[in-house]
């Protein structure tokens, strides 16, 4: 049985604590004091025998473990004679790791001072070198972290919350405003910022309603399901996330920040999967859901239109593969359509250019007038018809061509006079009261005065006119495309002037208010009419410009000679904000019935557009040129194929670059993907009916001739073993428009 180490009994010895700081200073020579050194390191021997008073003698009090009871006993004095010298006390194996402790402590404590308390020793904190985008920012903490007042970098490290400093990222990537799809939710304000994907959260809310109600189920993965039992997504009360989140910095210079792990988007959406190859939701209409800005459809073209060419378009010519109508954006992500000239000029321009039997549009036309109101001293008035001769036209406001009343809207007498004849027949005017003929006067002497004014005052008069009826003045283009000594109005002045010598000669008399005496008709007025009437007989059409004066409707008519007429299309876009309004027609209610309410202004300009958006007219604008509503109701014209918005990051992407780097780029490497729809019609009748309206309808995606695009063709290569299946592959986390800093 082993030996005991040390006595325990409290007469015979003492126990030795290890967390005493103190040791007799005779314990090396193996003769340690009984007591040993009191916690301030002072000698305590004296007090190893003390002698006691007892009756009248005093007796020795040594204990056993000291030596017990001395012979000789105290002294008289009651002093002890063998009390052994004091020694000096020695600081125990813990006080003295305790001391060193401390001193390593104090060193390193101050060698941290030493090393990071200046601006240069900064990275001696950091915790990993910073990636490449922000390797400037290397010595600048605070520019990241945030600090209280100053710039010390250990109050730098002690950062409040992580929201706190995901507002300094915000400080430097721009979170600028840009709409998403038409709807201002999806701007990528600072206030939505940190909200996921930067969007509100009111928006958010209805897009994971939908998706919660959507037909789309796949089993959950494994690693998720226990991954639900954790404290969840860390967000603050506002549902904002930090971005550190998901970007990871000071992981080296190389460490891509925008590098995620799928599983970190799997676990915020409402509805996981497990791989895209595998069960990822299958597309819905993809990439045809966005309304087509020019009416285009390949399967029409390439089944029927490209094959008759002979018949319809001698100087036509097929495309020889997808290049020859489209070209990669710089960036290599998006196929834009090329120009007219590269892509339709060779079938279309010339159609635009001929002189076909399209008569042009009308810009100017002078009503007809029931015979009988010659009686009434209109003056000369050279369209003429007998009573009931023609179909009820309706009143004076349908006879008018819509420019012409445009003009004539900002004529008070005009103004009257349409009013007085609402609902008047002109071609049937036998019954009419006086109130009634004294309109058809001011109507007639209205358009006179119109016709002299323009002639006399030119572009000046006109430009007052238009401005006067549009309410404003006009900007620089809308004068370079109307009004100018050079421009399209400028000759429409040539032709009117040549229109009304014919028209009206002679007649210089205001309002036509010339009377014959005792109320009988005005006999020089008909015989001028006469005379007129045999005289154009012998006249043949004139031109001025694109401008054709036609004697046997009394109209002067515009025919455009080239793509992108300016004139007309100014018109186009002034009038089609107007049309479908609010206020105005609806796309059922064509003709016009509802405008009767509506100021003669935005009468003529809705009218306008529904003239030019017909399909006989020439040019036929509109019949390429997509339509659009826009989000505050008016419509707007899509003059340019689609250009992708600078700066804008929807939910999805796609890049053609490495697509077409690997397939080629002919038609066939094309036709992997973008397949012709063998469903759709070939033929378009309702681009020949009269009464066809463009479709501005929003939700409406005119087609394209291509059948949808299926998860199925895309996870043929993108596997994980080849070309990858990573969620930021296709799909945007921040979403809005992020233009760079200026």
Same mark, same amino acid.
């Given at each position: 049985?082993?030996?005991?180490l040390a006595?325990?009994d409290?007469?015979r010895?003492?126990?030795?604590?290890?967390?005493?700081?103190?040791?007799?200073?005779?314990?090396?020579?193996?003769?340690?004091?009984?007591?040993?050194?009191?916690?301030?390191?002072?000698?305590?021997?004296?007090l190893?025998?003390?002698?006691?008073?007892?009756?009248?003698?005093?007796?020795?009090?040594?204990?056993?473990?000291?030596?017990?009871k001395?012979?000789?006993? &105290?002294?008289?004095?009651?002093?002890?004679?063998?009390?052994?010298?004091?020694?000096?006390?020695?600081?125990s194996?813990l006080?003295?790791?305790?001391?060193?402790?401390?001193?390593?402590?104090?060193?390193?404590?101050?060698?941290?001072?030493?090393?990071?308390?200046?601006e240069?020793n900064?990275?001696?904190?950091?915790?990993?070198?910073?990636?490449?985008?922000?390797?400037?920012?290397?010595?600048?903490c605070?520019?990241?972290?945030?600090a209280e007042?100053?710039?010390?970098?250990?109050?730098?490290?002690?950062?409040?919350n992580?929201?706190?400093?995901?507002?300094?990222?915000?400080?430097?990537?721009?979170?600028g405003?840009?709409?998403?799809?038409?709807?201002?939710?999806?701007?990528?304000?600072?206030?939505?910022?940190?909200?996921?994907?930067g969007v509100?959260?009111? #928006?958010?809310?209805?897009?994971?309603?939908?998706?919660?109600?959507?037909d789309?189920?796949? $089993? #959950?993965p494994?690693?998720?399901a226990?991954?639900?039992w954790?404290?969840?997504?860390?967000?603050?009360?506002?549902?904002r996330?930090?971005?550190?989140l998901c970007?990871q910095?000071?992981?080296g210079?190389?460490?891509?920040?925008?590098?995620i792990?799928?599983?970190?988007?799997?676990?915020?959406h409402?509805?996981?999967?497990?791989?895209?190859?595998q069960?990822?939701?299958?597309?819905?209409?993809?990439?045809?859901?966005?309304r087509?800005?020019?009416?285009?459809d390949?399967s029409?073209h390439?089944?029927?239109h490209?094959?008759?060419?002979?018949?319809?378009m001698p100087?036509g010519?097929?495309?020889?593969?997808?290049?020859?109508c489209?070209?990669?954006?710089?960036?290599?992500a998006?196929?834009?359509?090329?120009?007219?000239?590269?892509?339709c000029?060779?079938?279309?321009?010339?159609e635009?250019?001929?002189?076909?039997g399209? &008569?042009?549009?009308?810009?100017?036309?002078?009503?007809?007038?029931?015979?009988?109101?010659?009686?009434?001293?209109?003056?000369?008035?050279? #369209?003429?018809?007998?009573?009931?001769?023609?179909?009820d036209?309706?009143?004076?406001?349908?006879?008018?061509?819509p420019?012409?009343?445009l003009?004539?809207?900002?004529?008070?007498?005009?103004?009257?006079?349409?009013?007085?004849?609402?609902?008047v027949?002109?071609?049937?005017?036998?019954?009419a009261?006086?109130?009634?003929?004294?309109?058809?006067?001011?109507?007639?002497?209205?358009?006179?005065r119109?016709?002299?004014?323009?002639? $006399?005052?030119?572009?000046?008069?006109?430009?007052?006119?238009?401005?006067?009826?549009l309410?404003?003045?006009l900007?620089?283009?809308?004068?370079?495309?109307?009004?100018?000594?050079?421009?399209?109005?400028?000759?429409?002045? $040539?032709?009117?002037r040549?229109?009304?010598?014919?028209?009206?000669?002679?007649?210089?008399?205001?309002?036509g208010k010339?009377?014959?005496?005792?109320?009988?008709?005005?006999?020089?007025?008909?015989?001028?009419?006469?005379?007129?009437n045999?005289?154009l007989s012998?006249l043949s059409?004139?031109?001025?410009?694109?401008?054709?004066?036609?004697? $046997?409707d009394?109209?002067?008519?515009?025919?455009?000679?080239?793509?992108?007429?300016?004139?007309?299309?100014?018109?186009?876009?002034?009038?089609?904000p107007?049309?479908?309004?609010?206020?105005?027609?609806?796309?059922?209610?064509?003709?016009?019935v509802?405008?009767?309410?509506? &100021?003669?202004?935005?009468?003529?300009?809705?009218?306008m557009?529904?003239?030019?958006a017909?399909?006989?007219?020439?040019?036929?604008?509109?019949?390429?040129?997509?339509?659009?509503?826009?989000?505050?109701?008016?419509?707007?014209?899509?003059?340019?194929?689609?250009?992708?918005?600078?700066?804008?990051?929807?939910?999805?992407?796609?890049?053609?670059?490495?697509?077409?780097?690997?397939?080629?780029?002919?038609?066939?490497?094309?036709?992997?993907?973008?397949?012709?729809?063998?469903?759709?019609?070939?033929?378009?009748?309702?681009?020949?009916?009269?009464?066809?309206?463009?479709?501005?309808d929003p939700?409406?995606?005119?087609?394209?001739g291509?059948?949808?695009?299926?998860?199925q063709?895309?996870?043929?290569c993108?596997?994980?073993?080849i070309?990858?299946?990573?969620?930021?592959?296709?799909?945007?986390?921040?979403?809005?428009?992020?233009?760079? #800093?200026?």
């Amino acid at each position: 049985m082993p030996r005991s180490l040390a006595d325990y009994d409290s007469d015979r010895g003492h126990y030795a604590r290890a967390e005493q700081p103190w040791v007799c200073g005779r314990a090396c020579e193996g003769t340690p004091c009984y007591i040993g050194p009191d916690e301030q390191g002072r000698c305590q021997v004296h007090l190893e025998c003390v002698p006691a008073l007892r009756g009248d003698r005093w007796q020795c009090t040594r204990p056993v473990a000291a030596g017990g009871k001395c012979a000789q006993g &105290p002294l008289p004095d009651g002093t002890c004679p063998n009390c052994p010298a004091p020694c000096q006390p020695k600081r125990s194996l813990l006080a003295r790791r305790r001391v060193f402790t401390v001193f390593v402590a104090a060193a390193a404590l101050g060698s941290l001072f030493l090393f990071a308390g200046g601006e240069s020793n900064k990275e001696f904190l950091s915790p990993g070198r910073l990636s490449v985008h922000h390797h400037a920012l290397q010595q600048q903490c605070t520019k990241c972290h945030t600090a209280e007042e100053g710039h010390d970098v250990l109050k730098t490290v002690g950062a409040r919350n992580a929201i706190d400093q995901s507002f300094k990222c915000v400080d430097c990537h721009r979170f600028g405003a840009g709409s998403m799809h038409g709807d201002a939710s999806f701007r990528g304000r600072r206030d939505n910022a940190l909200h996921p994907h930067g969007v509100a959260p009111q #928006r958010l809310a209805v897009a994971t309603d939908r998706i919660k109600n959507s037909d789309f189920q796949a $089993d #959950r993965p494994a690693w998720l399901a226990f991954a639900s039992w954790g404290p969840g997504i860390p967000k603050d009360d506002e549902g904002r996330l930090a971005c550190a989140l998901c970007h990871q910095e000071h992981r080296g210079a190389k460490h891509d920040l925008k590098q995620i792990s799928e599983r970190r988007c799997q676990v915020c959406h409402v509805k996981p999967f497990h791989a895209f190859s595998q069960d990822h939701p299958e597309f819905t209409n993809y990439p045809y859901q966005r309304r087509m800005r020019i009416h285009f459809d390949h399967s029409a073209h390439y089944g029927l239109h490209f094959g008759n060419f002979q018949r319809l378009m001698p100087e036509g010519r097929k495309p020889e593969s997808c290049t020859t109508c489209h070209a990669p954006d710089p960036s290599g992500a998006k196929m834009l359509v090329r120009g007219f000239e590269q892509s339709c000029a060779s079938c279309h321009a010339r159609e635009i250019q001929i002189e076909s039997g399209l &008569p042009g549009v009308p810009f100017l036309r002078l009503p007809a007038l029931d015979e009988a109101a010659l009686k009434w001293t209109i003056g000369p008035w050279p #369209r003429t018809v007998s009573s009931g001769s023609l179909p009820d036209d309706g009143g004076p406001i349908d006879q008018l061509s819509p420019f012409m009343l445009l003009l004539l809207s900002t004529d008070a007498e005009f103004r009257e006079a349409q009013r007085a004849l609402s609902g008047v027949n002109l071609t049937r005017l036998q019954t009419a009261t006086p109130a009634q003929q004294e309109a058809v006067r001011k109507f007639a002497a209205a358009i006179r005065r119109l016709f002299r004014e323009l002639a $006399d005052g030119g572009e000046r008069s006109l430009r007052r006119r238009l401005e006067s009826s549009l309410g404003g003045p006009l900007d620089r283009e809308m004068r370079g495309a109307v009004v100018s000594p050079r421009s399209t109005g400028a000759l429409l002045i $040539d032709a009117l002037r040549a229109a009304g010598g014919r028209w009206f000669p002679g007649s210089k008399a205001e309002g036509g208010k010339r009377k014959a005496e005792g109320g009988k008709p005005a006999n020089a007025a008909i015989s001028q009419l006469s005379t007129l009437n045999s005289q154009l007989s012998t006249l043949s059409r004139r031109r001025f410009g694109n401008w054709r004066v036609r004697d $046997d409707d009394f109209s002067i008519r515009y025919r455009p000679r080239l793509h992108a007429d300016p004139f007309l299309r100014f018109w186009l876009d002034r009038s089609a904000p107007l049309f479908n309004s609010k206020r105005g027609i609806s796309h059922d209610d064509a003709r016009g019935v509802r405008l009767a309410g509506r &100021p003669l202004r935005e009468r003529a300009l809705s009218r306008m557009f529904r003239q030019l958006a017909d399909p006989a007219v020439p040019g036929s604008c509109v019949k390429c040129h997509t339509v659009d509503r826009t989000s505050n109701g008016p419509l707007q014209i899509n003059w340019t194929s689609y250009r992708p918005e600078p700066y804008t990051h929807g939910f999805t992407r796609f890049s053609h670059h490495p697509h077409l780097k690997e397939l080629g780029t002919g038609s066939k490497a094309c036709s992997t993907c973008h397949v012709r729809d063998g469903n759709v019609k070939l033929f378009h009748p309702q681009f020949t009916r009269r009464d066809w309206l463009p479709n501005f309808d929003p939700a409406s995606a005119l087609t394209s001739g291509f059948s949808a695009i299926k998860r199925q063709d895309c996870a043929k290569c993108h596997t994980p073993k080849i070309a990858g299946q990573s969620c930021l592959q296709c799909h945007n986390y921040h979403v809005g428009r992020f233009p760079p #800093r200026e």
